[in-house]
């Protein structure tokens, strides 16, 4: 008769092999202020192309469309980093175009970082957050 001393280790403790959970493809109907954010950021990054060709800003400017049109397509691909980047503008823009309306009291301004805002409200939700891969 014998005596094991070294029972085997038990396995409760450590990590199992990683099984992927099936997830189901998010469609992009699901989300429609993605696409109107994403249109929106097309209709930015024209005007400002439209601004800097009339010769009223510098050239070096054309780096925020590139930046918008990336942010859009990318959004619309349900990317990530997309949607920190388009967050990023979206942030940046509502409190440029609130400064603008502070210093010249014209409405629009206000209208166009009320947008801003409101866009950045979506972008933030969790449940959008979520299904971005």
């Given at each position: 008769m014998s005596i094991e001393t070294?029972?085997?280790?038990?396995?409760?403790?450590l990590p199992g092999p990683r099984v992927k959970p099936k997830v189901e493809p998010v469609k992009l109907s699901k989300l429609p202020g993605l696409v109107a954010i994403s249109f929106y950021m097309i209709l930015l990054a024209g005007?400002?192309?439209v601004r800097i060709l009339s010769?009223?800003?510098?050239?070096?400017?054309?780096?925020?469309?590139?930046?918008?049109v990336a942010g859009a397509l990318g959004l619309l691909l349900?990317?990530?980093?997309?949607?920190?980047?388009?967050?990023?503008?979206v942030a940046l823009s509502a409190g440029s175009f609130l400064w603008?309306?502070?210093?010249?009291?014209?409405?629009?301004?206000l209208v166009h970082g009320i947008f801003n805002l409101v866009f950045f409200l979506y972008l933030v939700r969790s449940d959008v957050?979520?299904?971005?891969?």
């Open positions: 070294n029972p085997k280790p038990s396995t409760a403790g005007f400002t192309v010769d009223h800003d510098q050239p070096l400017l054309l780096i925020f469309p590139i930046l918008f349900l990317l990530r980093w997309a949607w920190a980047l388009t967050l990023a503008a603008s309306y502070t210093t010249q009291h014209a409405v629009h301004f957050r979520e299904k971005l891969h």
